[in-house]
């Protein structure tokens, strides 16, 4: 899993006008652009395990 999304950044942000965020963002989107999913991949993480993690036989489900 990537840390990223959880661990604090000390990196200084962007400012909104500047030519490195304008840079960055161009960047990425040539980058996506690129990008092939696997075919064989699945979709959603949870249909690979053949079940709905929302279904009541879920232990983390609302208990009625």
């Avoid at 000390?10 to 999913?37: D, G, I, M, N």
């Avoid at 249909?47 to 879920?58: D, F, I, Q, T, Y």
Wanted: some cysteine.
């Amino acid at each position: 899993m990537n840390n990223s999304a959880f661990a604090p950044s000390f990196a200084k942000p962007f400012p909104w006008e500047s030519r490195q965020l304008a840079a960055l963002t161009a960047y990425s989107a040539e980058v996506q652009k690129k990008f092939k999913a696997k075919p064989g991949a699945a979709k959603n993480p949870c249909a690979a395990k053949g079940g709905n993690p929302c279904a009541a036989k879920n232990p983390c489900a609302a208990k009625r």
